[in-house]
């Protein structure tokens, strides 16, 4: 019998990961794929002759449910991602998601992971909000399991998390490119792994660029529209001001457009800003925020196939991996070259 080419290796011949495959070819609606990554996804899937069907065959007996454990669902506009995305990869293999918010009490995962098992589910998928180590606790050993959005020091199971320093690289070469060399770095606390990486790409690209880092125009600490702000504005009213921003998230970028806006500074007549994360907000400001997109529902659905493929003759070594996948570009109207 002819081997029929699989979504993998479409997505190892394009240069994406599975999920993004998995995005382009069964047509989602409202993806966050850019026109050339569909195009390269779709010639490659020309070339090895792939044809659609179902790839992920769940063993006789298996409830076609997967439970998803997510650690909080209030703090950030983040969670409903996770969800659909699982949701929405999970529906195209007509299986259910069932959601469990455990808040990471033990004795509520304890009781869901009971009702999973006794229902012979697929598996479970352990998330959490902010990316970051975690020690996954013994009682998830009891089904198939993927790390989303976190990972383990060693890797017991598969994970996925964001390529948060090409990220980081990225978005401060953008502003790079549009000419600016006195650039800005409003970065988050020093706890939140997403933050050092982010300053990682910053200084990467700077170093790259042969741009040295002015320590004083590195600002560090915080994540609200607030801490944007006040950091912003001290920055801002330098006699020496920087002629570019980049801010760890999209709620820092806001409030530095407040802070510029007070002090009689166009955007980006005046200073360039650049975000990230891409919250809905980010493309109504005045200018349009450029940004990068953080992909979680590309991760979510990635985890899924990885319960799913977990069922297939895949090499388990293999499977045990930690897997970045890349934020998008985004560009609006708030970057453009420095005055003078």
């Known amino acids: 019998m002819e081997k029929r080419a699989t979504m993998l290796e479409v997505g190892e011949l394009a240069g ?36 659609r069907g179902k790839a992920h065959p769940v063993p006789e007996g298996r409830k076609r449910v997967i439970g998803l454990f997510i650690d909080e669902v209030s703090t950030t506009p983040f969670a409903a991602q996770f969800i659909e995305g699982a949701r929405d990869e999970a529906a195209l293999q007509d299986v259910s998601v069932a959601t469990f918010c455990t808040r990471s009490d033990p004795a509520l995962e304890q009781a869901a992971i009971d009702l999973l098992v006794s229902q012979k589910t697929i598996g479970l998928i352990y998330t959490s909000l902010i990316t970051r180590q ?3 606790p013994d009682m998830f050993a009891e089904l ?73 125009l590195v600002s560090l600490g ?42 009689g500074l166009r955007i980006p007549q005046d200073v360039s800003i650049m975000g990230f994360d891409d919250e809905d907000l980010s493309g109504f400001l005045d200018p349009g925020l450029s940004t990068m997109v953080l992909p979680h529902d590309e991760m979510a659905r990635w985890a899924v196939a990885q319960l799913l493929d977990g069922y297939d003759a895949t090499d388990q070594d293999e499977r045990m991996r930690k897997i970045k996948i890349e934020c998008e570009f985004v560009e609006r109207q708030s970057i453009g070259p420095p005055r003078g």
């Open 134 to 136: 975690v020690i996954v």
């Open 222 to 263: 915080g994540w609200t529209l607030r801490h944007g702000r006040e950091r912003a504005l001290a920055l801002l009213s330098l006699p020496h001001r920087p002629t570019a921003v980049f801010c760890f998230n999209d709620r820092m970028a806001i409030g530095c457009y407040q802070a510029a806006q007070s002090l």
């Open 16 to 51: 994406v990961s599975q999920a993004t495959v998995s995005l382009v070819l069964n047509g989602v609606p409202n993806a966050r794929v850019s026109k050339a990554t569909r195009r390269r996804v779709l010639d490659a899937a020309e070339t090895l002759g792939y044809r």
């Open 144 to 216: 198939p399991l993927v790390l989303l959005n976190c990972y383990e020091r060693k890797l017991r199971y598969p994970s996925v998390v964001p390529g948060d320093i090409a990220g980081g690289y990225v978005a401060t070469e953008a502003l790079l490119r549009a000419g600016h060399r006195r650039i800005a770095h409003l970065a988050g606390e020093s706890f939140i792994e997403a933050s050092v990486d982010r300053e990682k790409g910053f200084r990467q690209a700077m170093t790259d660029w042969q741009v040295e880092v002015d320590e004083t």
